[in-house]
């Protein structure tokens, strides 16, 4: 992953940054790649864009729609580059840019997959915020059918309250605590979209305690207290759920930041020493 900024949510300009956020250097992204292929694994790039005003991705409005895509495309077609000139496998073309992705800007969009596809020859995924059944991103991006693969990034809540039973959390996949069954919703989701094969391209917990209630939750003051046997349990019914349904073909899992957080007191999505990274390793 790596990070380019807009200024503000309605600006026209996406660009590296050095001050606060930083954006990691072209050099650091490809002796990444190289160091990630010299396990032996696969890559997938996954360049981001965030403001620097605070508000999310998802809701950026930016004052000039084809100014911003002119900008977005520039800044799309370097790591498409990028991933060529280094063997990358996959590439994700955008990230959770809900105020732009539906079908008023099809005709930008598709414009902006031809140009990503004369630069890199691989499969394209986008990644879709997916934290509800009901009308979130994922069910009304415009260009899935130009894609190779459906991404979702699968935030969906699952119980109302902190430290459930791995039971519970397994129920709550299909009657969550919005009565949502998640897993009836991806399952039509994927017999509607049967060219393009659907992935998490993000999912993950925090190690605390409530972690489950609302994934997506990054920043709540109020979870505070450590707790790997939830995030634990959450790894683990994700696997028992989905390894028995059709419709999610993998997922990736959301963070792995380095170098490795102090497990004692992280409170953040990392599993890295963590009883959940043994869950990863035991279903791979």
């Given amino acids: 992953m ?8 309605i600006s026209t300009t ?4 050095s ?3 930083s954006t990691p250097s072209d050099a650091d992204v490809v002796a990444a790649i190289g160091e990630v292929h010299a396990m032996g694994l696969k890559v997938m790039l996954k360049p981001h864009v965030d403001t620097l005003d605070g508000y999310w991705r998802g809701q950026i409005a930016p004052t000039d729609v084809n100014a911003w895509f002119t900008s977005y495309d520039g800044f799309i077609v370097h790591f498409a580059q990028l991933a060529e000139a280094n063997g990358v496998e996959m590439l994700c073309i955008g990230t959770e840019l809900a105020s732009m992705s539906g079908s ?3 005709t930008n969009w598709t ?7 004369n630069a890199f020859s691989g499969p394209l995924v986008y990644a879709a915020n997916a934290a509800s059944t009901n009308g979130d991103e994922y069910t009304s991006v415009s260009f899935w059918n130009q894609l190779d693969v459906i991404g979702l990034d699968a935030y969906f809540s699952l119980t109302n309250h902190a430290r459930p039973t791995l039971r519970e959390l397994i129920s709550a996949w299909s009657s969550n605590k919005n009565g949502e069954n ?6 039509n989701f994927a017999a509607a979209h049967p060219n393009q094969p659907v992935i998490f391209t993000e999912i993950g917990y925090r190690s605390v305690a ?6 997506w939750d990054w920043n709540n003051p109020a979870l505070n207290q450590a707790d790997t046997t939830e995030q634990r349990d959450c790894y683990e019914a994700m696997y028992e759920v989905w390894s028995q349904q059709s419709a999610i073909k993998g997922n990736f899992w959301w963070a ?3 170098p490795a957080p102090n497990v004692s007191t992280d409170t953040d999505y990392s599993t890295w020493k963590k009883p959940a990274e043994g869950i990863e390793q035991t279903w791979q």
Avoid: F
Wanted: aromatic share 12%.
């Fill in 182 to 187: 998640i897993v009836a919703a991806l399952e």
């Fill in 111 to 117: 414009n902006t997959i031809r140009q990503i596809r």
């Fill in 19 to 21: 001050g606060g956020p």
């Fill in 2 to 9: 790596v990070t380019y900024y807009m200024p503000t949510y």
């Fill in 256 to 258: 792995w930041p380095v």
């Fill in 210 to 215: 409530g972690g489950n209630i609302n994934p």
């Fill in 104 to 106: 008023s800007y099809l």
């Fill in 14 to 17: 996406i660009a590296p940054t």
